[in-house]
């Protein structure tokens, strides 16, 4: 069997839909359906309204079907003093994975980074997710162990502010 062709490109206002399954997609394989609280609206404003705050880039197959995508923004070093690219979120589905997509869009991130002069490309992984730690390994990127992500959310968020 021949394996699909796929491109990397940025993403449209008409991928939006399609980022949001992605999304589901991603929160189901990470059993966390449960935190899902954002709707195609406000992912749709952030990526491409008057003040957009994060980026995205898809893989697509033909024809015209997304098949996965990673969401980013600027995040910045103060010890580099320069600005950086930090992945949110990557996710290819299953059925295509292990053809390149994945890497090709990693790649496509780093080409980002480097083009725009950033410092770093950093992103997170869940400590039980091996596949991934093994794929980021693969292609160089350095598992950090003495650094915690910290979270304030909800109630615990309006109770720190107020």
Known sequence: ????????????????????????????????SDHVTGDSQTLQAD????????????????????????????????FLTRRGLYLEDLFVL???????IGKALITNLAQIAVSRGYGRFEWSV????????????HIGAEILPDWRICRVTGTALTQLAG
């Not at 796929?6 to 929160?27: C, E, G, N």
């Not at 869940?126 to 390994?137: G, H, K, R, V």
């Open 47 to 78: 990526l491409f309204g008057e003040n957009p705050c994060i980026e995205a880039i898809v893989a697509e197959i033909e024809p015209n079907q997304i098949v996965g995508f990673a969401l980013f923004f600027t995040s910045y070093s103060t």
């Open 126 to 137: 869940l400590d039980w997710n091996e596949t991934a730690i093994a794929f980021y390994t």
């Open 94 to 100: 299953s059925e295509y994975r292990g053809i390149g």
């Open 1 to 32: 069997m021949t394996q699909p062709q796929f491109k990397i490109r940025s993403a449209t206002v008409q991928d939006v839909p399609a980022i949001l399954s992605l999304i589901l997609a991603l929160a189901d394989y990470e059993q966390l």
